[in-house]
Antibody, heavy 122, light 107 residues
């Protein structure tokens, strides 16, 4: 059974930093692209970032480009999101999401964690 | 950026109804479209990918259709557990983008 467990959320002041982690189990972590998707309170879903199988290619939403960094440690089966220069509009539940495909990543998502809440106070 | 517009934003329906949700895309994306269901307080779940392929384990009352710029999610016979929010997502290019969501509520 695929399990994705996010951690690292919390309350931070505007301009501050947080590092989110997503511990993965139940599948071959190094074989799948991974992503972060967020949801502001009462709002819809917003894709934030994705990382390729090798980790050599990363993708970002324009809203976070230059402030957030996605990475993965295959030896620890863990996905990370380093969030710097946080803004009030980054307040959201952040979900870790696994790619549906293996050989050719698709960047749509068949397994999700339960999310971790990030609150940025202004 | 590819923009996704879902309609309606809110849909009131009863158990047993047939419901249809539309997703219109700002440019052609072939069939690179997925649909998700999100129940309150829960993570989203993948329902359909490639516009019309049912994800494993998803009930057959769900179906998807369309290509290019116009897509539809249909629930043929609404069940109590289907009252939830639904999102479309394009995976044609980056950034990946979602529709704003459609909430299916009890009439």
């Amino acid at each position: 059974e695929v399990q994705l467990l996010e951690s690292g959320g919390g309350l931070v002041q505007s301009g501050g930093s947080l590092r989110l982690s997503c511990a993965a189990s139940g599948f071959s972590f190094s074989s799948y692209a991974m992503n972060w998707v967020r949801q502001a309170p009462g709002k819809g879903l917003e894709w934030v970032s994705g990382i390729s199988v090798s980790g050599g290619t990363t993708y970002y939403a324009d809203s976070v480009k230059g402030r957030f960094t996605i990475s993965a440690d295959n030896s620890r089966n863990t996905l990370y999101l380093q969030m710097d220069r946080l803004r009030a509009e980054d307040t959201a539940v952040y979900y870790c999401a696994k790619d549906h495909a293996t050989v050719v990543p698709s960047y749509y998502f068949d397994d999700w964690g339960q999310g971790t809440l990030v609150t940025v106070s202004s | 950026v590819i923009w996704m517009t879902q309609s309606p934003s809110l849909l009131s329906a009863s158990t047993g109804d047939r419901v249809t949700i539309s997703c219109r895309v700002s440019q052609g994306i072939s069939s690179y479209l997925a649909w998700y269901q999100q129940r309150p307080g829960k993570a989203p779940e993948l329902l359909i990918y490639a516009a019309s392929i049912l994800q494993s384990g998803v009930p057959s009352r769900f179906s998807g259709s369309g290509s290019g710029t116009d897509f539809t999610l249909t629930i043929s016979y609404l069940q109590s557990e289907d009252f939830a929010s639904y999102y479309c997502q394009q995976y044609y290019n980056f950034p990946r983008t979602f529709g704003q969501g459609t909430k299916v509520e009890v009439k």
